[in-house]
């Protein structure tokens, strides 16, 4: 049996916009899937960026991100070491791609990378980092520094973690103006005091602390590979960057305290007598049920029918939420979106509007171009992409606006979803999804599909760090890092002329709405069927959105708004 851990985290960002050429950002990505997690598990880390001209420091601070995201989770092979490595190349060749300019002449050596990135795999701890930052555990009230200024090399430290660890990832400038013990006693009070710091732009960290440790069943056990001796043999095609692999499992990350040395024998004897009562138990239980085999098969037809599948929920026009021809609105939807209690409608001549789901009160946002295509919700922003541009803001403030575009939009794309705040297109026409990645002012478009895939027969797509592409004839198609993967929907009943497609890395299902059959199927991430949504006298259904807790899904019509309750 293994051991896990709670994790929490404490984000210090000094500031959301560079300034003065200098920017610091966090990343935190805890995957959901489970395949995803028991084979990578958590990442996070410090970047801060530093250039003299040129260049647009949100859109390299996002190019590192995606990359090491998409780098890092995206291939499941090999050792998350190895894996590790990879991404912080891939990562700082991109950045560096991104100041060469169209000349062909050189920027890249104007842009300083500095990058103290961390895994939690299960107990195992890596930290790599390169450049000038900060890694610093504290264990046992004592602070040991894991590395500093990297320069070009890349320096990667393992180990195990224990309960009540907490590491200190940071900016070189925040270490220097915040030492590792007044992080500890200040906490989120420090956030106040470098809001109103000249450089903030530079000031960033992360505290990852462990807390109660939990024990896993054989099922749910990780395969946590060796520490010591490492030999894997690392090597890099990059000239100028150097690995520095460093075993901590014989000193730092070893070190027990002397409680738990006392506590051995203790420990020891109190297991002995488990095993004694354990044994006593089972006999005991062996007895029963050679004398009772007839009271054994009733318990087991018991708990077989508490096995069965979820019951169908039934939407019909009973389940009407909201009805917008009495709204006084002169509209007909065509798309839905949402976040938290608040729901984003696309209506006639690209007007947006929101609905609250508690007071049920309806407001118009915004009225764009009539050749708004999708919309989306994220981080409490509407998201409409139409063929004259793209559109973008806090919508409490009804400040949804025309954003700059750095290259062309693809052609006659049908859908959207977002993704971190980056933006995918889906364009069958063109046989490609597109990424808009944010930058200062606007987006920078960019080809996602590594390979070449016929899209023609695309109707949706969503995003939940891998993609879904759904076909018009049911079938469901998975893409990850720009490459389709062996994939496909599982059992009997399935989607025959599907409309739309939802999920999110922060659900565990995928919903899918089909037209002619009249019902919204739900299936697990790894295909597997698991509800079926009948809809009842309902025609025309247009599109879907499903709550962040699944307990309810919302469909729509041209004037009709309908919920229904999962009963997951």
Not at 351 to 369: C, H
Not at 393 to 421: E, R
Not at 554 to 565: E, P, W
Request: proline fraction near 2%; avoid cysteine; charge should be negative.
């Amino acid at each position: 049996m293994e051991t896990r851990i709670n994790i929490r985290t404490q984000s210090l960002i000094g500031s959301l916009t560079p300034k003065d050429g200098q920017f610091s950002v966090i990343l935190e990505e805890r995957p959901q899937e489970k395949d995803i997690l028991e084979t990578r598990g958590n990442l996070f880390a410090v970047i801060n960026i530093k250039l003299k001209e040129g260049l647009d420091l949100s859109l390299v601070s996002n190019i590192l991100k995606d990359t090491l995201i998409e780098n890092y989770f995206g291939i499941l092979e090999g050792t998350p070491m190895q894996a590790l490595e990879d991404a912080l190349v891939s990562a700082k060749n991109k950045a560096f791609k991104a100041g060469v300019s169209e000349e062909g002449g050189e920027k890249s050596a104007k842009i300083e990378i500095n990058i103290s990135l961390a895994v939690l795999w299960g107990r195992v701890l890596y930290v790599a980092q390169t450049g000038d930052t900060s890694a610093v555990l504290f264990r046992d009230g004592v602070f040991k520094v894991l590395g500093k200024d990297q320069q070009g090399e890349i320096k990667i430290t393992s180990g195990i973690v224990e309960q009540d660890d907490i590491l200190i990832l940071s900016t070189s400038e925040f270490a220097k103006k915040y030492p590792e013990d007044v992080v500890l006693k200040m906490g989120s009070k420090l956030e106040e005091q470098i809001s109103r710091d000249f450089n903030k732009e530079s000031l960033s960290a992360i505290v990852i602390s462990t807390s109660r440790m939990e024990t896993l069943g054989k099922e749910e056990s990780l395969n946590i590979e060796p520490l010591s001796p490492f030999n894997l043999g690392i090597n890099t095609k990059e000239k100028n960057l150097n690995i520095k692999v460093k075993n901590m499992g014989s000193n730092l990350f070893s070190r027990r305290s002397n409680n738990a040395k006392k506590g051995l024998a203790k420990n020891i004897l109190a297991l002995l007598f488990l095993l004694a009562v354990f044994l006593a138990v089972s006999l005991y239980v062996t007895f029963k049920r050679e004398s009772k085999s007839e009271n054994v098969q009733e318990i087991t037809a018991e708990k077989t029918d508490t096995e069965l599948p979820l019951s169908n929920p039934l939407l019909d026009e009973e389940n009407v939420f909201y009805d917008m021809t009495s709204s006084g609105l002169d509209t007909f939807l065509s798309k839905i979106s949402g976040e938290e209690e608040t729901l984003a409608l696309l209506g006639s001549q690209g007007a947006i509007y929101t609905l609250n789901t508690t007071s049920l009160d309806i407001a118009e946002v915004k009225k764009l171009t009539i050749d708004i295509v999708d919309i989306s919700f994220f981080d409490k922003n509407i998201f409409a992409v139409g063929s004259s541009g793209v559109y973008s803001g806090a919508f409490l403030l009804n400040d949804i606006t025309q954003k700059t575009v750095l290259n062309d939009l693809p052609n006659d794309f049908i859908s959207l979803d977002i993704y971190l705040g980056n933006i995918y297109l889906l364009s069958p026409r063109e046989n490609q999804i597109y990424k808009l990645t944010p930058t200062g002012s606007g987006y920078a478009v960019t080809p996602w599909l590594k390979e070449d895939y016929d899209l023609s027969t695309a109707v949706d797509i969503a995003v939940s760090f891998n993609i879904f592409i759904l076909r018009k004839d049911g079938a469901l198609e998975e893409y990850l890092v720009g490459v389709k993967q062996s994939f496909s929907l599982l059992g009997e009943e399935k989607p025959s002329k599907p409309v739309a497609i939802y999920t999110t890395s922060n659900i565990d299902n995928i919903y899918i709405l089909d037209g002619e059959r009249n019902a919204v199927f739900v299936y697990g991430k790894d295909g597997s069927f698991k509800l079926k949504l009948e809809i009842k006298s309902i025609e025309d259904l247009l599109d879907l959105y499903v709550q962040s807790d699944e307990q309810k899904v919302f469909v729509i019509t041209a004037t009709k708004i309908y919920s229904v309750d999962t009963n997951f």
